[in-house]
């Protein structure tokens, strides 16, 4: 009796219980994120390209609990085939979406960019419209002016000008660097772990 109770195959609590906790990590980071992602939703600004370039940049910055979760959560649904087979779908429907708002992001933040220097241009237009009119009537800014003095004021203007868009240049690109690269990354990774999902499932 002893030598047939010792061959016959006990399964292993140990890796159900593993599962399990696994799950249970999985689906906290999974709504956690989803109630973090809604609360920065609201109030939605759809039509504006700078609070969508924040919204990206907050998902990406935060998409790296998702696929953590999904990882755990597809590792404890290894013995549950259907539910293997929607969650790895779920999973590279997100990898696609991903690689989506990564186009979004690099659009938003070429327009911000075009914003930024529009913006720049057109106050620095109006003070050396103001500096000329003073160099054309002296008087009107009163006699301690001269017209050296309007003139490196104009000269400082244009440095300053071109200063700030080089600086709106550089921030915006390394926002969108910054968020492009993550989401690219979690998007590799979300459509790796639905394929190979997938793949378990077909085996």
């Known amino acids: ?15 159900y219980g593993a599962r399990g906790i696994c799950q249970i990590v999985g689906y906290v980071c999974l ?38 979760g999904s990882a755990l959560i597809l590792f ?3 013995d549950k ?29 070429i327009s911000l960019q075009r914003q930024a220097i529009t913006t ?20 009107a800014v009163g006699e301690n002016v001269t017209t050296e003095d309007l003139t490196r004021a104009s000269q400082l203007l244009t440095q300053q000008a071109d200063t700030l868009k080089q600086n709106a240049k ?6 969108a660097a910054s968020s492009v690269g993550n989401l690219l990354v979690v998007g590799f990774g979300m459509a790796g772990i ?3 999902g997938l793949s378990l499932r077909r085996r």
């Open 120 to 139: 720049i241009n057109a106050q620095e237009t109006q003070l050396q419209t103001q500096i000329r009119d003073a160099q054309t009537n002296p008087r």
């Open 1 to 15: 009796m002893a030598s047939i109770s010792s061959s016959t195959p006990v399964p292993s609590s140990g890796s």
């Open 76 to 78: 404890g649904s290894l």
């Open 170 to 175: 550089t921030s915006v690109l390394k926002t």
């Open 81 to 109: 085939r259907r539910w293997l087979k929607q969650f790895s779908s779920l999973c590279l429907l997100a990898g696609v979406l991903f690689f989506l708002l990564c186009m979004l992001a690099v659009a938003d933040s």
């Open 31 to 68: 709504f956690g994120f989803i109630i973090d992602m809604l609360i920065l939703l609201l109030p939605p600004q759809l039509g504006s390209s700078e609070w969508r370039l924040g919204f990206v940049q907050q998902f990406a910055d935060r998409s790296i609990i998702l696929l953590f």
């Open 194 to 196: 639905g394929r190979y």
